[in-house]
Each structure stands twice: as C-alpha cells, then as structure tokens.
C-alpha cells in the first residue's frame, strides 16, 4: 500500500517558521507531481505548492516568497519551507502525490498548522 506520512506541523507565532515532511514511497515519489495543500475551516482545500518528479516548482500567489517546496531523492521526502507565516496560513495541510494518468492521488493524514499569537 502507498502511503504519505507527514510530520511538521505545530504552533507558531506570526512571522515565525515551520518546515513541513512528507515521505512516501520511492516508485510514487520518482513518477508523480508532489504538492501541498491546505484547508481551513470553512473554506475549500486549496493547492499551496507543487514539484514535479524533474523539480520543478509551483506556488500559490498568496504564498509566493514566503513558502518554499523541495525535495529529497534520497530520502524519498518532498518538503515545504513556510517563512514569515500569516494568521491566514493557519490550516491542515495535506501532502499530495498526483498521477496524471487516471488522474490519481494519493494524500497524506493531513498535519494541523496553527498561528497565533
């Protein structure tokens, strides 16, 4: 079975800095488009950061220059850097891997980031 296993989350202060992991397996890793998502609540999951299995990236405007997705081939583990987080960063976020062909997805549990001051 493919699995997304995210650790990262927490409490942070605005303007603080949180660094996300998502580690899935090396046959996903290598052949799908990682992402991150995020939903808060009362709002519609929305797409933060994706990285192809060639590296290259994409971003949300609304975390353009704040937020950072890389990843690690080694490790099989796909990252997102969060700097001068926002009260409207506040949210679950999910790690993603998505398969063009048969349009699939595999999603991690989802990891709760919070801030606050």
């Known amino acids: 079975q493919v699995q997304l296993v995210e650790s990262g989350g927490g409490l942070v202060q605005p303007g603080g800095s949180l660094r996300l992991s998502c580690t899935a397996s090396?046959?996903?890793?290598?052949?799908?488009?990682m992402g991150w998502y995020r939903q808060a609540p009362g709002k519609r999951r929305e797409l933060v950061a994706t990285i192809t299995s060639g590296g290259i990236t994409d971003s949300a405007d609304s975390v353009k220059g704040r937020f950072t997705i890389f990843r690690d081939n080694n490790r099989n583990t796909v990252y997102l850097q969060m700097n001068s987080l926002k009260l409207d960063d506040t949210a679950v976020y999910y790690c993603n891997a998505h398969h063009q062909i048969g349009s699939s997805d595999y999603w991690g549990q989802g990891t709760q980031v919070t801030v606050s001051s």
């Open positions: 090396e046959t996903i890793f290598r052949n799908y488009v």
